[in-house]
């Protein structure tokens, strides 16, 4: 994947707040892991979480169109996965949800 492709659609505000946004569920991540292509994250099992993951995984689809999301849950909580294609697309997954990871202690 070319870097132009990576491209995300938000303004400098709007993807400020969206960060907000992502940093706020980050709270309730357990653990994280660098995988094949991006990014795992499992959560804790929190009430309105698994709401508020599918509206920013929806709302990441809409300007980020080069990422993948795969969202599962269990009663040990939910998992996520954010992929893309390409070193270029693994590197900006990761990139992207740099803070995240940190907030959360993971890798």
């Not at 660098?34 to 959560?43: E, K, L, T, Y």
């Not at 920013?56 to 909580?77: H, I, K, T, Y």
């Not at 270029?88 to 990871?101: C, L, N, Q």
Request: glycine share 8%; proline share 3%.
């Amino acid at each position: 994947m070319q870097d132009n492709e990576l491209v995300c659609s938000l303004t400098a505000s709007d993807y400020q707040d969206r960060q907000a946004a992502w940093l706020k569920v980050g709270t309730h991540v357990k653990a994280s892991a660098a995988i094949p292509g991006g990014q795992s994250f499992r959560f804790a099992p929190t009430r309105g979480l698994v709401d508020s993951l599918t509206e920013l995984v929806r709302l990441e689809a809409e300007c980020c169109a080069w990422m993948a999301f795969a969202m599962s849950e269990s009663p040990d909580g939910i998992t996520l996965l954010v992929t893309s294609s390409g070193e270029d697309g693994e590197r900006a997954v990761r990139e992207t949800f740099a803070a995240v990871v940190r907030a959360s202690g993971g890798t």
